[in-house]
């Protein structure tokens, strides 16, 4: 009955990149942040256990992004960046950040590395490049329930600006937005 009738909600952050940076969030272990291109993933050793890494290729060929945080040439974590719109499945809908924002998705700490501040850490690497190249706003959504990733954003720097409810009711989809926003405070889904 649940692929029927289901509730799901997201709850979608920013941050005012024009604005001062949040306090460091320093990890607890020693970590190297590097931005991997098409040829720097190809070559990159232990990867084989990557969810989805059957979708980086086209991501890649996207002009996507892909940070990684690393210790002794071993991917801890990784976050994916876009200007481009993509596709958001938990909600069957497309983000389309604006030319001035950029969009962060697909996170992953390995689950032997969590609880060691590498997320949020990775997350303000990440908002210092997209401060430096004159982007005005970062975007992260996160599924109500997913607390820790909640506290990694949260720590980072993100402040929760409204909720997307998506409902399924026999294959019919509706959306409620809390709070309801003007455009411009708002963000950019269309239909998948």
């Not at 232990?46 to 992004?65: K, N, V």
């Not at 990684?68 to 596709?87: F, H, M, N, R, S």
């Not at 210092?128 to 599924?143: D, K, N, Q, T």
Request: with cysteine; proline share 6%.
């Amino acid at each position: 009955m649940g692929w029927l009738v289901s509730t799901k909600t997201l709850c979608l952050f920013e941050v005012d990149l024009t604005a001062a940076p949040a306090p460091i969030c320093l990890p607890k272990v020693s970590v190297a942040y590097q931005h991997l291109d098409a040829h720097a993933w190809a070559v990159q050793r232990q990867t084989a256990s990557f969810p989805d890494r059957h979708l980086y290729p086209a991501r890649f060929a996207r002009g996507e992004h892909f940070w990684t945080v690393q210790q002794a040439d071993t991917i801890l974590g990784y976050c994916w960046a876009t200007q481009e719109p993509v596709k958001i499945g938990e909600i069957r809908c497309v983000m389309s950040p604006r030319r001035d924002e950029v969009y962060f998705y697909d996170a992953l700490t390995f689950a032997e590395h969590r609880g060691q501040n590498l997320y949020p850490a990775l997350l303000q690497a990440m908002l210092e490049a997209s401060r430096a190249a004159g982007l005005r706003r970062a975007l992260i959504f996160v599924m109500h329930d997913n607390t820790a990733s909640i506290r990694g954003v949260q720590k980072a720097g993100f402040r929760e600006f409204q909720r997307v409810i998506c409902r399924n009711l026999f294959g019919f989809v509706r959306y409620a937005f809390q709070p309801s926003l003007n455009a411009p405070a708002g963000v950019t889904l269309l239909p998948a």
